[in-house]
């Protein structure tokens, strides 16, 4: 069974970057397309940034041209990078598949101060 752990959430102020990682325990990802996925307070989860099995990567608007998704198939970790952090990114970031998800972790928790 694969187990997905997040980390490197936190508070920063707003302009600011975090990085996050998932690490992929279980199962090798590398013929995966891999996705960040963000779930604010009240709101649905929501894919935020993906990227394919040959590194191919794909934002949604809202954080276009700020995040960078990158994979390392070696270590099964998949990061985000997120620069000029804003208070509308505040939510609890998870990674899985693109599709046929595996079972959630239990995220990181973001949270940008203005």
């Known amino acids: 069974q694969v187990q997905l752990v997040e980390s490197g959430g936190g508070l920063e102020q707003a302009g600011g970057s975090l990085r996050l990682s998932c690490a992929a325990s279980g199962s090798s990802f590398s013929g995966n397309d891999m996705a960040w996925y963000r779930q604010a307070s009240g709101k649905q989860r929501e894919l935020v940034a993906r990227?394919?099995?040959?590194?191919?990567?794909n934002y949604k608007d809202p954080v276009k041209g700020r995040f960078t998704i990158s994979r390392d198939n070696a270590k099964n970790t998949v990061y985000l990078q997120m620069n000029s952090l804003k208070p509308e990114d505040t939510a609890r970031y998870y990674c899985?598949?693109?599709?046929?998800?595996?079972?959630w972790g239990q995220g990181t928790q973001v949270t940008v101060s203005s």
């Open positions: 990227i394919s099995s040959d590194g191919i990567t």
């Open positions: 899985n598949k693109v599709r046929f998800l595996w079972s």
